[in-house]
Each structure stands twice: as structure tokens, then as C-alpha cells.
């Protein structure tokens, strides 16, 4: 069922990365692709880069249809789930969607498959974070052997670095050293940090720049495959979003970082601002590490006031936030729904799971800086007496 990775075009691994996409496409030297599968193939990707994402899961179910022996199969599979994963969805659908995931692992015959699989896997968990997706998951082995009851965030960089044993590539890196990341900014929640805090971050700081450093060589060896695929879009912005971020966190230990940081965050806009279409317009899946990264900055601005950038610099970017969720809804839609229901938390909700609230507060804080993003949280129900008014 399994052709060498030297004899077709690969697979695409599209993942959904803290609300973004990422697009690997290798090319093997071998392949005689047929006229027909690779013009729908095209036609769903294009499709997806305009955001029009029901187009474009119908188009690459028509070519997985056709079955494993078209040269598209595995590409067209992985941006099916992918995009089943924007979907809302019953339970029933987003069980299948897993099962099929899980299928896609068992049946690989070759570790750089399945560590495609497990890359999937854990996304669909992250972008569908329900209970019951994890059971489905963890329940039977070998997964279950990387589920740490009561810590999701624990048992995503497990399942990531079993991953990484299969086969190394730059998104598995990031996921786990997005978990380091996550222990920083989890740390400045406290009122003071303590002498045993701050070095513990400068550990997780260790860590991350080392697996900074290998997903940068991984990456630029895949770079020449990247060039010649049309999922390069998304590829580049997506990659210098989680550097900017997880640089972004080490700068919180060293202040030294927070200029790579920065300037990795202004490649993601540069990308945005310069990658359009033949009619001139922007394309609404780079729109997607764009919003991340004015979100992120923002964040660090305010964790460390005046060390990774200024009040009006945050404004500029929750400004830019906004338009972007305002000009492309349906690329967002997850993260959209997400803060409608953020909103609609009551207060004794918010009080009994402190990482709502603080996410809560975070928001609120956005909204008090700018007027732009606070009347787009206005228009998702939030009330003015949130903010204080």
C-alpha cells in the first residue's frame, strides 16, 4: 500500500499548529504523477489558500475516492483530516476523523509515515481539545504508554517526542519545546518570580534553543523540496512564527533574545504582506501565523513592559489582530468561537479554572489597550463592564 518516499511525491503534512496550518511536501526524483490527480490536487490547495475550505475538502476527497494508487492518495488524505479539523462537527465526525488518523498510523510501513500520523494525531487533539478525543487516542497502545492523567499539555509533547524517534521534523521540535515555552510564560502569573522559578526558566531557555537550533537545520535541509511546492505559502510564515515565539520566551530569561524574536515575528508580516494573489489580495491561510504573531507579540509586551517593546507598539498589533479576524471569519472561525464563549464564561465559571481566568483577564487587558479590539470582542458579546466601564 506504501510506495518508497524515493519513488512518489510524499504525502503532504498538513498540520494544524496553535491555530495555524503547515504544509511539508516532498518530492521523490522517480515519479510520473498523472495530469489529471495533480490539477485537483492544485485545485484544493489553491482552494485552501483562498480560504474557501468546503471547496477544498471536497476536492481532495474526490481524489482520495480514487484510492491509494493515485500518486495525490496521501497528500489529498492528510489535507482532508487537516481541514476536517476546522470543521465544527458532530462527535460522531471528529471520532471518525481520529479513527481514520489512527488507521493512517497502523497501516504505515514506514517510520516517516507514521510519524506523519502522529503528528496529525496530536494537532487534531489540540485543535479539537475534548475528553473524549483523548480516550479515543490514549486508551490502547502504544499511546497509551504517553498519557499523563490530568496534564494534556504533558502528554502532547510525549506523544510529540515519540514522533521524534520515528522520524525528526521541524513542527515535532517546535511542539516540544513549545511546552518549555509554555512553563516561562506560565511563571509570570506569580506576583514574583522566586530564585528557584527563574532558574528553572533558565533550563526550559536551555532547552528551547537547542531545539530551536535543530528544527532550524532540519528545516533548511527541507527547504529545497519546500521551494518547488505550491504549499511553500504557508510553510516559511508558519516556521518564523513559532521561532519568534519560542524566542520570544527565552527573551523573558535573557533579554538578549528579544531582537531575533522580534525580527523573526516581522518576517511572518513581511510574508503576509507580500504573498498575494494574481488579483493583488492577500491570502487568507498566511493570515493565519499573521494573527498568531500579533497576538504573541502583544503578549510579550505586556508580560515584560518596555523590554520587548512599547504600549503603542501592542496597540499596533491588537489593531492589526482585529482586522485580520474581521477580514478572513472564516479562517478563524475556531479562534472566533472561541472568544464568543470566553465572553459568555459567567464569573463563578471563570473562578473555578484559573487558566480561564487568566486567558480571561489577558483578553480584557487586550480590550482595555485598544478600542479596535475591543469592539471586536464587543461584537462577540462581551460586555463593557468587562473592561471596567
Known amino acids: 500500500m506504501h510506495t518508497s518516499k524515493n519513488l512518489f511525491l510524499l504525502a503532504a503534512a498538513l498540520l494544524v499548529i496553535g491555530g495555524g496550518v503547515v504544509f511539508y511536501y516532498y518530492f521523490g526524483p522517480t515519479l510520473s504523477l498523472g495530469k489529471d490527480s495533480l490539477e485537483k490536487m492544485s485545485e484544493a490547495v489553491y482552494a485552501s489558500w483562498r480560504g474557501d475550505y468546503a471547496r477544498a475538502f471536497e476536492g481532495a476527497q474526490r481524489i482520495t475516492k480514487s484510492g ?4 495525490q492518495y496521501f497528500s489529498a488524505r492528510a489535507l482532508e483530516q487537516s481541514l476536517a479539523m476546522f470543521q465544527a462537527g458532530s462527535q460522531e465526525d471528529r ?46 497502545e502504544p499511546f497509551r504508554a504517553y498519557a499523563v492523567p490530568g496534564d494534556r499539555a504533558l502528554t502532547l509533547r510525549k506523544l510529540a517526542e515519540f514522533s521524534r524517534t520515528l522520524y525528526p521534523t521541524p513542527d515535532v521540535l517546535v511542539n516540544i519545546a513549545r511546552w518549555h515555552a509554555g512553563k516561562i510564560l506560565n511563571s509570570y502569573t506569580s506576583p514574583a518570580l522566586s530564585s528557584d522559578a527563574r532558574q ?33 505559502i ?48 492577500r491570502y487568507a491561510l498566511v493570515s493565519r501565523p499573521a494573527l498568531d504573531a500579533h497576538i504573541s507579540y502583544t503578549r510579550f509586551i505586556l508580560t515584560e513592559p518596555d523590554v520587548y517593546g512599547t504600549e503603542e507598539e501592542a496597540r499596533t498589533h491588537l489593531r492589526g489582530a482585529a482586522e485580520i479576524l474581521r477580514a478572513y471569519p472564516d479562517t478563524h472561525s475556531i479562534y472566533l468561537e472561541h472568544l464568543q464563549a470566553l465572553g459568555a464564561d459567567t464569573e463563578e465559571g471563570r473562578q473555578s479554572n484559573s487558566a480561564r481566568l487568566r486567558e480571561w483577564r489577558r483578553y480584557v487587558r487586550f480590550g482595555v489597550l485598544s478600542s479596535e479590539f475591543r469592539n471586536l470582542l464587543l461584537s462577540l458579546g462581551w460586555q463593557e463592564s468587562d473592561f471596567g466601564s
Not at 491509494?68 to 500518486?71: A, H, I, L
Not at 507514521?114 to 494525531?121: C, M, T
Not at 532547552?207 to 518547488?228: D, K
Not at 533579554?255 to 494573489?277: K, P
Open 68 to 71: 491509494p494508487s493515485n500518486p
Open 95 to 140: 471520532i471518525a476523523l481520529v479513527r481514520a488518523i489512527l488507521d493512517d498510523f497502523e497501516t504505515a510501513e514506514e517510520p516517516h509515515l507514521k510519524a506523519y500520523a502522529v503528528n496529525r494525531l496530536a494537532l487534531a487533539l489540540e485543535a479539537i481539545p475534548e475528553q473524549y478525543l483523548f480516550d479515543e487516542v490514549f486508551t490502547n
Open 200 to 232: 528553572a526558566n533558565r533550563e526550559h531557555a536551555q532547552t528551547i534553543l537547542q531545539l530551536v537550533g535543530e528544527a532550524e537545520t532540519v528545516f533548511q535541509q527541507e527547504r529545497p523540496n519546500i521551494a518547488y511546492s505550491p504549499f511553500a
Open 234 to 281: 504557508t510553510v516559511e510564515p508558519r516556521f518564523y512564527y513559532w521561532k519568534g515565539f519560542l524566542l520570544g520566551a527565552v527573551s523573558l530569561t535573557d533579554a538578549s533574545y528579544t531582537a531575533r524574536s522580534r525580527a523573526a515575528f516581522a518576517e511572518v508580516f513581511r510574508m503576509y504582506d507580500e504573498r498575494r494573489n494574481p488579483q493583488g489580495d
